[in-house]
């Protein structure tokens, strides 16, 4: 029996997620001898740092073919779902339930899957059957470990005006990377179903949201010239788009890396958003989200996101609730903190010694170790990330196997700008572990590939005690 040494945590994308895998980290490094912080769109590095433990980030069925073959090699897999609670869905049949029957028909893809929450669960039960029933064993209620975050206490950021703090949440429509018609396609692979029709819908119902945010977010700048107005663009969102509509309004300022969210949450005198996961994070953090419910007469929205926020139907109620303070009561709080119990493990207890307990069970597993992982990734790195009929994506993989995946990055990095969104330096991580006092990371350096012909300095940081 060995017992793993090593863990590998994908970043799907830092401005939402870095605090929280370091966080992570640093608690894995108490059992682990190094941890791997790996960007999502570089996922092919997991193989080039032969992990025992790939912490990967969700179930869809792009991912498929990289979790097969990382259980071919002998990985352990744990999903820790970046968004365990569907947000935005249009469709008759909640995304949840998608989301859980891919969990219950892939059990093969993965050692452990964490919930968000104690009525994911039950859905889980209800699609479960004799035949896999043994899938009960991999399913644990955890919340995610970032939530934890919210409960820290920091000083607070000291503004000289009130502050009204607008966390947007509009990436299929304000793309960082891609246009409306390719978000389609990204949207339909990124779905657990692959659905075209119903991302075509979603993207042409945002669009029409959008449009009528930014006409009453130019009312909310006018009005209220007396407040500091933050806008927080979602991690995907092209944050220039904003920069020229209001960058030279004097009361407006337009984050483009926030990393401190849970103190900004915690500093700002009003939080408003509409459909934003950030309402949770500000519920955990202790402040309650005004959900600009008056810029979409259709309000589709899930039942967890109307039941913690408090839904504003007019501009004009909107002017009275921050000019004259108007503040929830005790037993509203308490209504929706129960609801929240029931989605986010993370409103009733601490959500990292959770995780960390289930992690740490996999030791007694019966384990052989890692086998052919030079093997499997070759064959996801070439099937998978090369198509021989398209030149530049053949030379694209020369280059990174003649300079090495990190000198390929940087390359990219300088010709594409919104690319140096998608990863993470040394610095930001430095920082975010002093911020945090996260004790147990000791050293922080660039990965080094342990294939042969990628035998050079990675993007992913290796971190340890």
């Given at each position: 029996?060995?017992f793993?040494?090593t863990?590998?945590?994908?970043?799907?994308?830092?401005?939402?997620?870095?605090?929280?895998m370091?966080?992570?980290?640093?608690?894995?490094?108490?059992e682990?001898?190094k941890?791997?912080?790996?960007?999502?769109?570089?996922d092919?590095?997991?193989?080039?740092?032969?992990?025992?433990v790939?912490i990967y980030?969700?179930?869809?069925?792009?991912?498929?073919f990289?979790?097969k073959?990382?259980?071919?090699?002998?990985?352990?897999?744990?999903?820790?779902?970046n968004?365990g609670?569907?947000f935005?869905?249009?469709k008759?049949n909640?995304?949840?339930i998608d989301?859980?029957?891919?969990?219950?028909n892939?059990?093969?893809?993965y050692?452990?899957?964490?919930?968000w929450?104690s009525d994911?669960?039950?859905?889980?039960?209800?699609?479960?059957?004799k035949s896999?029933?043994n899938i009960?064993?991999?399913?644990?209620?955890?919340?995610?470990p970032r939530?934890?975050l919210?409960?820290?206490?920091?000083k607070?950021?000291?503004?000289k005006k009130k502050?009204?703090?607008?966390?947007?949440s509009f990436?299929?429509?304000?793309?960082?990377y891609?246009?409306?018609?390719?978000?389609?396609n990204i949207?339909?692979k990124?779905?657990h179903?692959?659905?075209?029709?119903y991302s075509?819908?979603?993207?042409?119902?945002?669009?029409?949201?959008?449009?009528n945010?930014?006409k009453?977010?130019?009312?909310?700048?006018?009005?209220?010239?007396?407040?500091k107005?933050?806008?927080?663009?979602?991690?995907?969102e092209?944050?220039?788009f904003?920069?020229?509509?209001?960058?030279?309004s004097k009361?407006?300022?337009?984050?483009r890396?926030?990393f401190?969210l849970?103190?900004?949450?915690?500093?700002?005198?009003f939080?408003?958003?509409?459909?934003?996961?950030?309402?949770?994070?500000?519920?955990l953090?202790?402040?309650i989200?005004?959900s600009?419910?008056?810029?979409d007469k259709?309000?589709?929205?899930?039942?967890?996101?109307?039941?913690?926020t408090?839904?504003v139907?007019?501009f004009?109620l909107l002017?009275k609730?921050?000019?004259?303070?108007i503040?929830?009561?005790r037993t509203?709080?308490?209504?929706?903190r129960?609801?929240?119990?029931k989605?986010?493990?993370?409103?009733?207890?601490?959500?990292?010694?959770?995780?960390?307990?289930?992690?740490?069970k996999?030791?007694?597993?019966?384990?052989k170790?890692?086998?052919?992982?030079?093997?499997?990734?070759?064959?996801y790195?070439?099937?998978?990330?090369?198509?021989?009929f398209?030149?530049?994506?053949?030379?694209?993989?020369?280059?990174?196997?003649?300079?090495?995946?990190?000198?390929?990055?940087l390359?990219?990095?300088?010709i594409?700008?919104?690319?140096?969104e998608?990863?993470f330096?040394?610095?930001?991580i430095i920082?975010i572990?002093n911020?945090y006092?996260l004790s147990?990371i000791?050293n922080v350096s660039y990965s080094?590939?342990?294939?042969s012909?990628f035998?050079?300095k990675?993007i992913?940081?290796e971190i340890s005690?």
């Open positions: 029996m060995s793993p040494k863990a590998a945590l994908i970043v799907d994308h830092p401005r939402r997620d870095l605090a929280g370091l966080y992570i980290a640093n608690g894995l490094l108490k682990f001898k941890v791997y912080l790996i960007p999502f769109y570089h092919y590095e997991i193989f080039l740092n032969k992990p025992d790939v980030t969700d179930l869809r069925k792009k991912n498929h990289l979790l073959k990382l259980k071919k090699s002998g990985c352990k897999v744990v999903i820790l779902d968004e609670v569907m935005g869905s249009i008759k909640n995304q949840i989301m859980i029957k891919l969990l219950v892939h059990e093969n893809l050692d452990k899957y964490m919930l929450g994911l669960k039950k859905i889980v039960l209800e699609h479960i059957t896999n029933h009960l064993k991999k399913i644990v209620v955890s919340g995610h939530f934890d919210f409960k820290f206490k920091f607070k950021k000291s503004f502050t009204i703090l607008i966390n947007t990436p299929a429509v304000n793309s960082l891609s246009t409306k018609n390719e978000m389609v949207l339909a990124s779905s179903d692959n659905n075209i029709y075509k819908k979603k993207v042409m119902r945002d669009n029409k949201i959008f449009l945010f930014i009453q977010l130019k009312k909310i700048i006018e009005s209220f010239q007396n407040h107005v933050i806008i927080n663009p979602h991690p995907f092209n944050y220039n904003y920069k020229e509509l209001f960058g030279n009361n407006v300022i337009i984050l890396n926030n401190d849970s103190a900004l949450i915690k500093s700002s005198n939080v408003l958003s509409y459909n934003c996961q950030t309402a949770v994070e500000s519920f953090a202790n402040k989200t005004y600009l419910n008056f810029i259709s309000n589709i929205l899930p039942t967890v996101y109307n039941k913690i408090f839904p139907t007019s004009f002017k609730i921050i000019n004259e303070k503040y929830f009561s509203q709080v308490l209504a929706m129960s609801l929240l119990f989605y986010f493990q993370n409103a009733k207890s601490n959500s990292l010694s959770i995780f960390l307990k289930e992690i740490n996999l030791n007694k597993f019966s384990d170790g890692l086998k052919n992982i030079d093997k499997n990734f070759y064959c790195f070439f099937s998978q990330r090369v198509r021989f398209y030149l530049k994506n053949v030379l694209k993989y020369l280059l990174v196997i003649l300079f090495g995946s990190k000198n390929f990055f390359l990219k990095k300088f594409f700008q919104n690319y140096k998608k990863y330096t040394i610095k930001k920082r572990k911020k006092n147990f000791k080094i590939g342990k294939v012909l035998k050079k990675l992913t940081i005690s």
